[in-house]
């Protein structure tokens, strides 16, 4: 069993910023890419963020210089900085890992439980 947690989600002004951590524990072998997606109400799930083992990145166009992903290989972590808050920024992220639990498993994707992040005057 793999389990995410997600936390670091909140209620923020525009032009804020916050940090959201999604560690991932139990049976693990190898971690490939960890990724960040959100969901706002009414619209599809969309990529914002994702890196590989070798910490190389790629963004969506929407939060390209406004958001920085990155992870602690040595505890199995991605994080998430958001600064620059806007408006559009509000929805759930999802933290999503692809990874091996174990040597003979094929690569699956998890999916942490959801941290709300709302950008409000």
């Known amino acids: 069993q793999v389990q995410l947690v997600e936390s670091g989600g909140g209620l923020v002004q525009p032009g804020g910023s916050l940090r959201l951590s999604c560690a991932a524990s139990?049976?693990?072998?190898?971690?490939?890419?960890m990724g960040w997606y959100r969901q706002a109400p009414g619209k599809q799930r969309e990529l914002v963020a994702r890196?590989?083992?070798?910490?190389?990145?790629n963004y969506a166009d929407s939060v390209k210089g406004r958001f920085t992903i990155s992870r602690d290989n040595a505890k199995n972590t991605v994080y998430l900085q958001l600064n620059s808050l806007k408006l559009e920024d509000t929805a759930e992220y999802y933290c999503?890992?692809?990874?091996?639990?174990?040597?003979?498993?094929?690569?699956?994707?998890?999916w942490g439980q959801g941290t709300q992040v709302t950008v409000s005057s």
């Open positions: 890196i590989i083992s070798d910490g190389s990145a």
């Open positions: 999503n890992v692809n990874l091996m639990s174990h040597p003979a498993a094929v690569p699956y994707d998890y």
């Open positions: 139990g049976s693990i072998f190898v971690i490939f890419h």
